[in-house]
């Protein structure tokens, strides 16, 4: 957006104007995030910058957060949780989810949008309400011997639940542009159906079957409200250990743990940019 | 003669809990308690040894305080904590409700000096379905840098005019209300007949409307030593060994007014239908022994609930005891019945009040 | 028509290679395909329904159920159904009432806690009274007479009635008229030693009723009278009305035990309440989210008003939403604008700092915000050494209000700006250069032209942040403070710490009404399959 040549001065006035403005929004929006990783290497044990840390004195600045993380066994055991919980939910949700966005981009499919509202409906129903919900569902489903609550399977479940709707969303819109009849090439050259699925339309959606994936791992990575509620001790996860330090008492440990997050999520919003680029190139699309 | 006795005694509780290791495999206890210093307390004199004694895994998880945890758990029929160190209306008040085990506290070892458990344990401490720990205090603490002469009653924790700056308090009723009515100059052993009557929580209530706006509100027991080192509040109430902790071990410049002290005891309670239920109880009977609660006393200066460990307690510890004479000069003691009955009431009020 | 067709073709149907119609055919090839596309539906459905839809229906079946009463105590209940609400319900009902209480299995205490918490929802009070009662039933079984006394004169509960008595017990006269009862009392251990007993041995209580029926009857209490009226004039008078009344005492003992345990117990309130809160469906729980209740007549009437919160607190929440939204509305606008109209190399490098927000975890983010708002953090310490407030009048900007609005809207704002951004990167910029040759000023040129074309997006991203601020949870719980809690943390409240689940459910499924609205606003505006992602 170039000012344009036939602007007059009021307007050259506010064109500067609106990109000061835009970038301040910008800044409100990144430094937030910013401000922690600095602060997270202070030697000492405040949310601060100290005098010495603006001077850049190297005494100033220490690992020793880092390695409470690292020293520390529940941090180190929510950790992994997380990953575990995150996978299997991801995994749970993805081939679920594909398989039903096959089936919702079909148009012969009945009807279509009430199965949508239904199969979106974790997105959209405030986290708190699904989370007691879960709570009271998943202690006594069918009396206390096939109780979920309190076990992996109970938290994988729940975080699945949650996660299919981005894979829905993400490879239905995939499918948006897809040929059908490739397929029919692929069925009329002899090809059985799971062959199909594996050779000629997985690759094609693959771009959206990952991004719906990552989306479902965020979800269930990123989730503390359903674990609060129906999680036990052995299956907190990083930001439920994180909710119990900010509640009791915010220990520089925690501005280590987030800014580690903060790495994590720069590597997943650059393997979905890398993602979108190449479906988009797939299917023709061009700037 | 009395050393070798107590000696004795060591080397037999000792002997018991390896004999008890002998015989059967480790175990997974999950054991619930406030956080912070005072878990780390536990944690050096009860669960290490322990620990080293049978190979047991320790879960420590940390609570607030209250009921609602167990009965959640309890009522979903998905216990998974095995020990729970409440107060003292909670464990009468759970005990009442059949959320917690019966316990078979005649099982209680005798103080190392040979005391019968039935004598040796302060009159109250044992329950039908707790086995006391500790007797602790919530009291208030000030920033010295704060004032030139500080507060000393209080009814100076109530003044704004004379000790202006924000307050700290803890999220509940519970000691509150009995503060602030010592502070409207209610004797100490009329507080909780007044505070059965309307009129009383009125009264409580307005007094503490009074400082509503300068009053941050707390919940977790390592919140208010924090909140008091940030300068976000000059003063709070606390529970005395938290700020012992961060006076003595962090050299912070906080003083406690002992004044209208509120204490209070500490139990172990099982939640019923927890798993491994004979083992918590070991674990019971071996951390409510004379030597272990004396060993706690050396973290945290919290008073040990045995008589027999009394003298075992480290003596620069002793001043800093709830208990110690200097200290017990205008003390209440938390009525556990007028808690157990009130609670629940008081609470929803006191949450509508600070909602409003 | 139809009939030309029919001149026009052959008369014969369609058909097959193998001879069915086509139309047979066809029919059957759309049912099977569309049997084929439900199938592959069908898996994450079953999921969806078995892991979310069932356990939302169930909870929200909570918030009429109303089991506790009945489960507690049935004969009492049962027996209530005979009372015909008049003054006090008869004998049967205190006599199954105190046999209920005083049970002390562990099954049927938990019931009555249960119980105990449920009427407490209907009147504030009775928490306490079934807590008391209960621990008193056991002892009224074993012997009532204790409770009755008092249940018939509060006197006997006053402190110093027992004490005057225990002193007169020393005397000859009532050693004489009343033998047993001296006895017992002389066994009492008072004063202050650790063994010391609050009140005299259980068997004194009926003792002192059977010797004072028969001292009234044999005229011997007549000459204590006297005595005991020299001492305390009240206490005389105490002694004969109970002597007096010693026969309806004995006729109704647990009637006035129970009374004793409680004077609302005597009230024809109490009992009416519980007859009311026994039925097995209630909508008390959903009265109670909107401030309201029932009165003993059964009306709907305004709580009382230290409990009226939760109709202020959907306000505050849905202000606190709409305000957030017109907040990211704000920000996101000028710089969507940006965003769509630079050339998208620039453009992609921009898009990233919303996008990174977007990606990086809720807690992160609401940690970043403690660590620059609270009074020791980083914006007012810059403040301070800039010197432009003073040390020790640093600002509050968390913890409040405040802080949950500046966190919410940093929160959310990436919602607006992808929907927003996604639709003006579609107008064309021909529009705006069209207006602004025929003449117009660039401002009425961007509002009338440019701005109009924007609505959908404007609709899509304000609905998608509404929807998420009015049901948040985590950060107005870590941030709020006191005045910046909304009605999640409130369910949750009454989820982890009151227990009233019934509540929870009620405020609950008024939220997910709410919620429901808006999608549906949505799904018409927008289109759920066409919600954009990143």
């Not at chain 1, 007059?8 to 000061?20: A, D, F, I, M, S």
């Not at chain 2, 609670?343 to 009020?349: A, F, S, V």
């Not at chain 3, 109970?242 to 003992?253: D, K, L, S, V």
């Amino acid at each position: 957006m170039a000012i344009p040549s036939y602007a007059g001065p009021l307007e050259r006035v506010w064109y500067y104007l609106y990109r000061l403005i835009c970038a301040a929004i910008f800044f409100f929006l990144i430094v937030p995030i910013l401000v922690i990783i600095p602060l997270s290497f202070n030697a000492e044990p405040y949310f601060t910058f100290t005098p010495e840390m603006l001077r850049f004195e190297a005494e100033a600045f220490s690992l020793r957060w880092y390695a409470d993380i690292v020293n520390n066994e529940q941090w180190l055991h929510s950790i992994k949780n997380s990953f575990i919980i995150g996978i299997a939910s991801t995994l749970v949700a993805t081939s679920l989810g594909t398989l039903a966005a096959l089936g919702l981009s079909r148009a012969e499919l009945p009807a279509k949008s009430l199965l949508m509202g239904i199969l979106i409906s974790p997105m959209i129903v405030p986290l708190i309400i699904t989370a007691a919900a879960m709570f009271f569902f998943y202690s006594a489903p069918f009396g206390s011997d096939f109780a979920l609550a309190q076990t992996y399977t109970g938290v994988i479940l729940a975080h699945a639940a949650l996660g299919t709707p981005f894979v829905v969303i993400t490879v239905t819109a995939t499918l948006v542009g897809f040929d059908k009849n490739l397929i029919r090439a692929s069925n009329s050259m002899g090809a059985d159906m799971p062959t199909t699925f594996f050779k000629v339309i997985m690759p094609l959606i693959l771009p959206g079957v990952i991004s719906g994936a990552l989306f479902a791992f965020v979800t269930s990575f990123d989730e503390v409200v359903v674990v609060l509620f129906m999680a036990g001790f052995e299956q907190r996860t990083i930001p439920r250990q994180m909710w119990a330090g900010i509640r009791e008492q915010i220990s520089p440990t925690i501005l280590a743990v987030a800014t580690l997050l903060i790495i994590i999520s720069t590597m997943l919003l650059a393997t979905i940019e890398l993602l979108r680029r190449r479906n988009e190139k797939m299917r023709g699309v061009t700037y | 003669m009395n050393h070798l006795l107590k000696s004795a005694g060591v080397a037999a509780v000792a002997l018991a809990a390896i004999g008890y290791a002998g015989t059967s495999s480790a175990e997974t206890l999950t054991i619930v308690s406030w956080g912070g210093a005072y878990t780390k307390s536990q944690v050096e004199a009860y669960h290490k040894p322990w620990i080293a004694q049978t190979g047991d895994t320790i879960n420590s998880e940390d609570y607030n305080g209250g009921l609602a945890e167990i009965r959640a758990q309890v009522e979903a029929g998905n216990v998974t904590w095995n020990l729970v160190d409440v107060e003292l209306s909670d464990a009468v008040r759970g005990c009442d409700e059949g959320i917690l085990e019966t316990l078979p506290t005649d099982d209680l070892p005798a103080g190392d000096d040979g005391t019968a458990a039935a004598e040796d344990f302060i009159a109250g401490t044992v329950h039908e379905c707790a086995v006391g720990t500790i007797v602790w205090s919530t009291v208030y603490a000030y920033d010295t840098t704060k004032f030139d002469t500080g507060p000393t009653t209080i009814a100076d924790f109530f003044d704004l005019e004379k000790f202006p700056g924000k307050r700290g308090m803890r999220k509940t009723p519970k000691a509150n209300l009995e503060m602030a009515l010592l502070a409207d100059g209610v004797p100490s052993d009329e507080i909780y007949d007044l505070l059965a009557t309307p009129e009383g929580v009125e009264r409580a209530f307005a007094k503490l409307d009074t400082i509503k706006d300068d009053t941050i509100w707390w919940e977790a027991g390592a919140q208010p030593p924090q909140l008091l080192a940030d300068g976000e509040v000059v003063m709070t109430t606390a529970y005395n060994g938290r700020l012992f902790n961060a006076i003595a071990k962090e050299n912070k410049p906080f003083e406690i007014v002992w004044d209208g002290q509120v204490w209070d005891i500490d139990l172990w309670v099982i939640p019923r239908g927890a798993p491994n239920m004979e083992r918590s109880w070991e674990f019971i009977k071996f951390s409510t022994d004379t030597q272990r609660l004396a060993d706690q006393a050396k973290y945290i200066s919290y008073g040990p609930v045995r008589k027999s460990s009394f003298d075992k307690i480290l003596p620069e510890m002793q001043p800093h005891m709830p208990t110690a004479p200097d200290n017990f000069k205008n003390p209440l003691q938390n009525d556990f019945e007028f808690w157990a009955d009130y609670g629940d009431e008081l609470n929803e009020r006191f949450n509508a009040w600070l909602a409003s | 028509m139809a009939h030309a067709v029919e001149e026009a073709g052959p008369a014969r149907p369609l058909t097959m290679a193998d001879g069915t119609p086509l139309k047979v055919a066809l029919a059957r090839a759309t049912r099977r395909s569309k049997i084929r596309a439900f199938l592959l539906v069908a898996p994450l459905l079953l999921f969806i329904l078995v892991t979310f839809i069932f356990p939302i229906v169930d909870m929200l079946m909570r918030s009429v159920d109303n089991p506790e009463v009945n489960e507690a105590i049935p004969q009492t209940v049962a027996e209530l159904e005979n009372w015909d609400g008049e003054g006090l319900p008869q004998d049967a009902v205190f006599a199954a009432f105190i046999q209920e209480m005083g049970d002390r299995s562990e099954g049927q205490r938990r019931n009555i806690g249960r119980m105990g918490a449920r009427l407490n929802y209907e009147d504030g009070g009775f928490r306490s009274l079934i807590n008391k009662s209960q621990r008193a039933a056991a002892k009224i079984q074993d012997d009532p007479m204790q409770f009755a006394l008092v249940g018939f004169d509060e006197r006997w509960e006053d402190k110093a009635t027992w004490p005057t008595l225990d002193a007169l017990a020393e005397t000859p006269e009532f050693a004489e008229v009343l033998p047993e009862t001296a006895a017992l009392l002389r066994k009492w251990e008072t004063g202050n030693s650790p063994f010391a007993e609050k009140t005299p041995k259980p068997e004194t209580y009926p003792t002192l009723l059977t010797e004072l029926e028969s001292a009234q009857a044999d005229g011997s209490l007549d000459r204590l009278l006297p005595l005991v009226q020299a001492e305390n004039e009240e206490l005389a008078a105490l002694l004969e009305k109970t002597a007096t009344g010693a026969g309806e005492i004995r006729e109704n003992p647990l009637r006035f035990a129970l009374v004793g345990v409680d004077p609302d117990w005597g009230k024809p309130r109490t009992w009416t309440i519980i007859k009311q809160v026994s039925s097995p469906i209630t909508f008390s729980y959903y009265l109670n989210a909107v401030d309201r209740t029932y009165d003993i007549e059964g009306n709907i009437v305004m709580q009382p008003e230290w409990k009226q919160i939760y109709v202020q607190l959907f306000m505050k929440t849905i202000y606190v939403s709409i305000g957030v939204t017109v907040a990211c509305l704000i920000l996101a606008y000028p710089i969507s604008y940006l965003l769509a109209t630079l050339p998208p190399s620039k453009g992609n490098l921009l898009l990233i700092l919303v996008l990174l927000p977007f990606w990086t975890s809720l807690l992160v983010r609401t940690t970043s915000w403690i660590v620059l708002l609270q009074t020791q953090g980083v914006i007012n310490d810059t403040l301070v050494f800039l010197g432009i407030l003073s040390d020790d009048n640093r600002i509050e900007m968390i913890y409040n209000m405040t802080g949950t609005i500046i966190a919410m809207t940093h929160i959310l704002l990436p919602f607006m700006v992808l929907p927003m951004y996604s639709v003006m990167k579609t107008i064309s910029p021909s529009y705006m250069r069209a207006a602004r040759s025929l003449g117009a000023n660039p401002l009425i040129a961007f509002v009338r032209v440019y701005m109009p074309q924007t609505v959908p997006g404007i609709g899509a991203g304000s609905i998608l942040v509404f929807i998420l601020a009015i049901g948040y949870y985590i950060t107005p719980a870590l941030v709020g403070g006191q005045d910046g809690q909304l009605i999640s943390n409130f369910i949750a409240y009454h989820m982890q710490k009151s227990l009233n689940w019934g509540l929870a459910a009620a405020l609950g499924t008024i939220l997910l009404a709410g919620v429901l609205v808006m999608y549906w606003l949505y799904d018409r505006l927008v289109g759920i399959d066409n919600m954009k992602l990143g």
